[in-house]
């Protein structure tokens, strides 16, 4: 049983415009949350993070929300830019397993179009 | 620093036959993962490694097995492939600070490993 759901597989926004991705948790115990960035032919590497402490992180052109009581975050992207063009993974982590485990989400793929 | 790195990248194998995989990384962090990863699956923790000489079982352990010999480094084996291990496995590493803070792992560029 996925315990993090990213239910849109795909997504196409065109150049400029915001691009909006979605993740649900159902494990109460997560409270550090993760979005990784993956091109083809290449691992994972990691985008922005938020802690349950807190309900928005920005960096730059990235920023995610998270609703705890709904266990839903987000990542909106501001301006999407081709090169933004590749699949996002959610994550979550429980703090008090303490060997790190990530537990993540399907993916989902962004197209960002001319 | 080559980061996290992963021997081969490419594989086909068949039914029955063994092999392992090879992970390096050179950031002298304390914790392994190996993950696979399949189509509408997102990545599943097989095994991971909280040190040199430990291992632990992941969400998905049967048909693997591991060793962390090195700290540097994280072998996955398999016994006697099935095609049900077709999949794309990735490596990653990580540093716990031990704090509240994130725990960024740094990921190989994965093997693709076909079972026929």
């Known amino acids: 049983d996925q315990q993090v759901k990213q239910n849109s597989p795909s997504l196409s926004v065109q150049e400029g415009r915001i691009s909006i991705l979605n993740c649900d948790y159902t494990?109460?115990?997560?409270?550090?949350f993760l979005w990784y960035k993956k091109y083809p032919a290449e691992g994972p590497t990691f985008l922005i993070s938020?802690?349950?402490?807190?309900d928005k992180n920005e960096d730059g052109r990235f920023t995610v929300f998270l609703n705890k009581s709904a266990k839903h975050l987000s990542l909106h992207i501001v301006p999407s830019q081709p090169g933004d063009s590749a699949v996002y993974f959610c994550?979550?982590?429980?703090?008090?397993?303490?060997?790190?485990?990530?537990?993540f989400g399907a993916g989902t793929q962004v197209v960002v179009t001319p | 620093n080559a980061g996290v790195t992963q021997t081969p990248k490419f594989r086909v194998l068949k039914t029955g036959q063994s092999m392992t995989l090879l992970c390096a990384q050179d950031?002298?962090?304390?914790?392994m993962y190996w993950y696979r990863q399949d189509p509408g699956m997102g990545l599943r923790l097989i095994h991971y490694?909280?040190?040199?000489?430990?291992?632990a079982k992941g969400e998905v352990p049967d048909g693997y097995n591991v060793s962390r010999l090195k700290k540097q480094n994280f072998l996955l084996g398999l016994e006697s492939a099935a095609p049900s291990q077709t999949s794309v496995y990735f490596c990653?590493?990580?540093?716990?600070?031990?704090?509240?803070?994130?725990?960024?792992?740094?990921f190989g560029p994965g093997t693709r490993l076909t079972v026929l």
């Open positions: 950031m002298n962090h304390e914790y």
């Open positions: 494990n109460s115990m997560f409270d550090y």
């Open positions: 994550a979550a982590s429980a703090y008090t397993d303490s060997w790190g485990k990530l537990q």
């Open positions: 490694s909280v040190g040199e000489g430990t291992t």
């Open positions: 938020i802690s349950s402490i807190k």
């Open positions: 990653a590493s990580s540093i716990i600070t031990g704090l509240a803070d994130y725990n960024e792992q740094f």
